[in-house]
């Protein structure tokens, strides 16, 4: 029997806001020196899952993977501060870059399907949980 390839759905708009606004609340808390380790770890996520799916995809926006690579170093750096000094916060100048990944991931979130979406999601998850602590 041959094997149905899955239903290709589209991002929905709605899906397409709630990532946005996951991202661009956590940047405006960020700014606001409102930064807490759940607003960071849901703007780590939704790039996380976003630049891991473009690579999946083996997408060719230019720039979009390095752009986001770039804000996940950043963004790692704020993770270790973080858990060093239950400080969370991102400095006057992480913020372009930072702001550049979620512009980005914006714009690529399109070309994605809901379905590559979630199994990216739940492969991130199952990777973080299989992370030793403090790793």
């Given amino acids: 029997m041959k094997k149905k390839k899955p239903l290709r759905v589209p991002v929905t708009r709605g899906l397409k806001d709630i990532y946005a606004m996951d991202m661009h609340s956590a940047y405006q ?9 759940i607003a960071f770890s849901r703007l780590a996520a939704a790039i996380s899952v976003v630049r891991s799916a473009l690579e999946q995809k083996q997408t ?6 390095a752009t ?3 804000t996940i170093v950043i963004l790692m750096s704020v993770r270790s501060r973080g ?4 400080v969370w916060e991102l400095t006057e100048s992480e913020r372009p870059a930072v702001l550049a990944g979620i512009d980005m991931a914006e714009e690529c979130i399109g070309t994605l399907d809901v379905a590559l979406l979630e199994r990216t999601a739940q492969q991130l998850l199952a990777a973080i949980a299989a992370e030793p602590p403090g790793a």
Avoid: Y
Avoid at 29 to 37: E, L, P, R
Avoid at 60 to 65: H, M, P, S, V
């Fill in 68 to 70: 986001l690579d770039e």
């Fill in 83 to 86: 858990d060093e000094t239950d």
């Fill in 29 to 37: 808390a960020a700014c606001m020196g409102q930064f807490s380790v």
């Fill in 60 to 65: 060719r926006i230019e720039g979009a993977i």
